[in-house]
Every structure is written in structure tokens, then in C-alpha cells.
């Protein structure tokens, strides 16, 4: 066998999670407008996925769409109406920022505080990354 041959094998007889190019994967967010607030009702399902705490993206999507908001339930209320583009546009710019490891790309970082800097810590490649912008 040749080498093209070989290698078309080995990727038919990967597993799907390893095959899959992007695993991290982040939904479309979901809701309405009601009134003059925009409701979202799959913000838990995102904050998981992402792997952050609530309250920090929370903050950055409410100080980048220069808006209020707050929780209610499972809901999360924005204080005014926000097309859901923008308001994925504001999540994916706080994963490229704040999740994604900038040498491998992959989600499986953890934010970590060594005295007064913030660092994301890779653990699928080890790379270390301040973080410049503050929330």
C-alpha cells in the first residue's frame, strides 16, 4: 500500500470526536423581544458550554452592548432590544478573548490570577496568555 492509501484508512477508522476539527462549538443564542427588553432564554446552556462564570461574561456582553440587564429565572433580560446577531457577535469576541488558546485554539483553558496579572492557562498544550482587557 502507498502512502495516500494508508492515510485514507487511518482517518476512516478515527473516532468521530477526534476526526471533528471544531469541537468547541458554541450555540446560537435564543429569545425574544418583549417590550422595549430583549429576553434570552439559553444564556445557562451558553455560560457551560464556554466554561466561564456567568457573572464575567454577563459583565462583558452588558458593558459591550452598553446596556443593563439582569436575570430572572433562567432568563437573562437586557434592558433594551438587541438583535441576537450582536449579541453573538459579543460572545464569540469574548471566547476569541477570554477562552480560546491563542497557540493551539482549542476552549480547554482555565483563568488562573498569579498576584495583580490574569493569565489563561492552556491544558490541552500548556501555553500561558495574559489577558490585557479588563472587565
Aim: charge should be positive; charged fraction near 30%; hydrophobic fraction near 35%.
Amino acid at each position: 500500500m502507498d502512502y495516500e492509501k494508508l492515510l485514507k484508512k487511518a482517518k476512516k477508522e478515527l473516532p468521530e470526536e477526534v476526526s471533528k476539527s471544531d469541537r468547541f462549538d458554541i450555540p446560537k443564542v435564543r429569545g425574544h423581544i418583549q417590550g422595549n427588553k430583549t429576553v434570552i432564554s439559553n444564556f445557562s446552556a451558553i455560560v457551560s458550554i464556554i466554561g466561564r462564570e456567568q457573572e464575567h461574561i454577563l459583565k462583558y456582553i452588558l458593558k459591550t452592548l452598553a446596556t443593563p440587564g439582569e436575570f430572572k429565572g433562567n432568563l437573562l433580560l437586557l434592558g433594551r432590544k438587541i438583535p441576537a446577531s450582536n449579541i453573538n457577535e459579543k460572545i464569540n469576541q469574548y471566547v476569541k478573548e477570554f477562552v480560546l488558546c491563542k497557540e493551539c485554539g482549542k476552549g480547554d483553558t482555565k483563568i488562573t490570577k498569579e498576584g495583580r496579572f490574569t493569565f489563561i492557562k492552556c491544558t490541552a498544550c500548556g501555553a500561558k496568555h495574559s489577558i490585557k482587557s479588563k472587565i
